[in-house]
């Protein structure tokens, strides 16, 4: 089966620009989270999604990120305006459903620099 | 308080000996999942082993075990026979049933297998 889709693989943009990130799950898998890994740390949860409903958005800095996934397949995340502080990789996972013993399955990651 | 805590930011290991890297956790959920994934340089993030609260027995995944240590809520990761493709930062990841499927990643800990 196909893997988690995630584009750009690498961005870099200047201090308050806007960015969007676009991820894929594999098909069949309702959940969808989009993780934040700044270097030398794990993965931060940022939204989590079941099908096209957000679960927990607890950590997203909502003054400046938003993700949506419109129709429960695909998900979109963006940052506007962008900070230094947002230099990381952004880390798109999915599984058949949350609470089970079915492991996240991770995309490859978009790295985001900003200059 | 820290809920996944992993002490070695850096291990070395010998090829074709066995290392284990050290995990202990806090919960107060009686019902937990426990993951360990692998990151490589490249960035991808490799589902290794699973181990659930209730599970009796400890997991194994072909050179891959998990030392599950309830009462001192710990979840030890045991490589047999390491290879230099095990070489990569390893994460240890936990699910509290009661806090939907997000995952809480630990700090990590880099392995580097020295031929």
């Known amino acids: 089966e196909a893997g988690v889709a995630q584009s750009p693989r690498y961005k870099i943009i200047e201090k308050r620009q806007s960015v969007a990130f676009w991820c894929n799950p594999i098909s069949g898998h309702a959940t969808l989270y989009w993780y934040q890994q700044i270097l030398g740390q794990g993965p931060k949860l940022l939204i989590q999604f079941q099908n096209n409903g957000v679960v927990d958005d607890s950590q997203l800095p909502k003054d400046r990120f938003s993700a949506e996934r419109l129709k429960g397949v695909d998900s979109t995340l963006k940052i506007q305006p962008a900070k230094l502080e947002d230099s990381a990789v952004y880390l798109c996972?999915?599984?058949?459903?949350?609470?089970?013993?079915?492991?996240?399955?991770f995309g490859d990651g978009t790295r985001l620099s900003i200059l | 308080a820290q809920k996944i805590t992993q002490t070695q930011p850096g291990m070395f290991v010998q090829e074709k000996e066995a290392v284990t890297l050290d995990c202990t956790y806090d919960?107060?959920?009686?019902?937990?999942?426990l993951f360990w994934y692998k990151q490589p340089s490249s960035g991808e993030m490799i589902f290794l082993i699973y181990?659930?609260?209730?599970?009796?027995q400890n997991a194994t995944e072909g050179r891959y075990s998990l030392n599950f240590q309830k009462a001192r809520k710990s979840a030890n990761l045991v490589i047999s026979a390491s290879q230099l493709g095990d070489s990569a930062m390893y994460f240890c990841?936990?699910?509290?049933?009661?806090?939907?499927?997000?995952?809480?990643f630990g700090q990590g800990t880099e392995l580097s297998v020295k031929p």
């Open positions: 996972a999915s599984s058949y459903e949350p609470g089970s013993n079915q492991p996240q399955h």
């Open positions: 181990q659930g609260s209730y599970d009796q």
């Open positions: 919960t107060s959920d009686p019902s937990y999942g």
């Open positions: 990841a936990m699910r509290e049933d009661n806090q939907g499927g997000k995952l809480i």
